[in-house]
C-alpha cells in the first residue's frame, strides 16, 4: 500500500520525538521544538498534542522507546519518563545517516534530520552531500518519468519540476561553507492539559490559500491559520519565498504547498487553482492578499502602470475569488476574505489607482456573498497603516505616528484576530461585511 501524507507526518513525528528522548527523557506530552534563526533555514519545528501521542504509541509498540519512572503533572496526577532503549538509539542513527528517500517533503525531513543531528552531535556534511546527489537522481528519474506520460503544458507537473529546483536550491544553500545550521535553542515539554484552542477559532481539517502569503500581513494570518490547524497554500510571485514559509507550517504538523503565481494574470491563476485542488481536493479558505500601490501622481500615471495596479488589485483577486466561490459553492462551501485598505475608504492622493481598485474589491466582495451565499460567505479586510516591508520606505515620523485614534501604525501580527474571525466559526453569521483594522483612521470623517 502508498504512503500517506499523514504516514509521513506520523513517522517524522515518531523520529522526533525519538531524537529528542535520547537527549532529553521526558513525559508523553507535547514536543515544542525551536530552531534559532540561521538565515533562511532557522525555523520552528514542532508537533501537536495528538502527534505525539500516536508517535509514542507507535515507538512504544516496536520497543523504541521504554517508560523510566513517573513525575507529578503540573494539572496533578502522575506521568510517565520516557527514554529510547538501546534498540531506539542504534535506529535513529541509522536514520540520521540516511538521506531522505521519498520524494515529498525533502526540505522538512531533512531539517529535522539536522536539528537531531546537532543534539546527538552528529556531523552533517556527509548527510548533505549524500541527500543532494540523492535529490538530484530523484529528479532526474521525475523527469524522465513524466517526459513519457505528459504534456509538456501540463501546469501541476511544471510547477513540480519548478519546486524540485527550489529544494535543490535549498541544499546547495545549506553544503555553502559558512552557511549557518539550524541549531537546537529550547525544547519544551507542555502540559497538554493546558493547551486549548477555542472551538470559535478552531481551524483543525481546513485548507486556507493565502495569495502575497510570503511576507507581511499574508504571512502572519498564514501562521496564525496553521497554529489553530489548518493545512496551508502559500502563493506568490517568488517561489523559494513560499516554500521558506511552508516549512514552518510544515513544523508545526500541518500540510503545506508553496506555488508561486503572478496574481494579476489569469492563467496563472487558473494553474494556482489546479494546483490547490490536484494537491488538497479543496479550499476552505481564500485570502486574496496580493497587491501592489505604487506612489505616483495621477498625471503620470501610464497606461501599462495603471493595468498591472488593477491588475493585481482587482481583475487577478476577481479571477481566484469567483472560480474557488463556484468550487465551494458546488462542495461544502467556504470562506473568502478579500484584503482592501483603507485607501479604498478615505482619499488617498497619489495612489489613486490603487485606491479605485481596492474599492471595486470592497464592492465586489459584497456581490459575491450575494451570489454564492448561503454556502460561501465573502467579506473584507481592511487595513489601516501596517509595519509590513512596504513601511521600510516611509519616513521615520510615519513609522511612529499616524493619524488614527490609535495615533499609531499597526504592527504586522495585529491583523491576525480580524483575519481568524473571518475565517473561522466565529463569523458564521458573518457574510458581506468590511471589518476595518486601521486603529480607528480618520474616525468622524
Known sequence: ???????????????????????????????????????????????????????????????????????????????????????????????????????????????????????????????????????????????????ASRSTSDPVAAWRDESSRAVLRFLDRLLEPDHSRPRL?????????????????????????????????????????????????????????????????????????????????WDSIDRLIEIAYDEFDRVDILVNNAGMSPAMPSHEVTEALFDSVVGLNFKGPFRLASQVAKRMYDGAGGVIINVTSSGSLTPLPGVVPYGSAKAALNAMARSLAAEYGPKVRVNTLSPGPFLTDISKAWPDEARQVADNALGRPGRPEEIITAALFLASPASTFTSGALVRVDGGLHIGQ
Open 1 to 147: 500500500m502508498a504512503r500517506t501524507r499523514a504516514d509521513d507526518r506520523l513517522l517524522l513525528g515518531e523520529w522526533a520525538c525519538l531524537g529528542l528522548l535520547a537527549e532529553h527523557p521526558a513525559h508523553g506530552y507535547d514536543v515544542s521544538v525551536r530552531l534559532a534563526p540561521a538565515g533562511d533555514v532557522g525555523r520552528v519545528w514542532s508537533l501537536s498534542r495528538s502527534l505525539t501521542y500516536r508517535a509514542l504509541d507507535q515507538l512504544a509498540q516496536r520497543d523504541l522507546i521504554t517508560p523510566r519512572g513517573e513525575e507529578r503533572g503540573k494539572a496533578g496526577g502522575n506521568r510517565t519518563i520516557l527514554a529510547p532503549t538501546r534498540r531506539g538509539r542504534a535506529a535513529l542513527r541509522r536514520w540520521l545517516a540516511r538521506p531522505v528517500e521519498h520524494f515529498r517533503d525533502v526540505r522538512g525531513e531533512l531539517l529535522l534530520k539536522l536539528v537531531l543531528c546537532d543534539v546527538a552531535g552528529v556531523q552533517t556534511q556527509p548527510l548533505l552531500i549524500a541527500q543532494r546527489a540523492r535529490f538530484a537522481a530523484m529528479i532526474d528519474q521525475l523527469a524522465s518519468d513524466e517526459a
Open 185 to 265: 535553542q529550547k525544547v519544551t515539554m507542555i502540559d497538554a492539559s493546558t493547551e486549548r484552542i477555542d472551538p470559535y477559532f478552531d481551524l483543525s481539517g481546513k485548507v486556507a490559500l493565502v495569495t502575497g502569503g510570503s511576507r507581511g500581513l499574508g504571512y502572519q494570518m498564514v501562521k496564525a491559520f496553521a497554529e489553530r490547524g489548518a493545512d496551508c497554500i502559500i502563493a506568490s510571485r517568488k517561489l523559494d519565498n513560499c516554500e521558506a514559509v511552508a516549512d514552518e507550517v510544515r513544523a508545526l504538523g500541518r500540510r503545506a504547498l508553496a506555488v508561486d503565481v503572478h496574481a494579476a494574470k
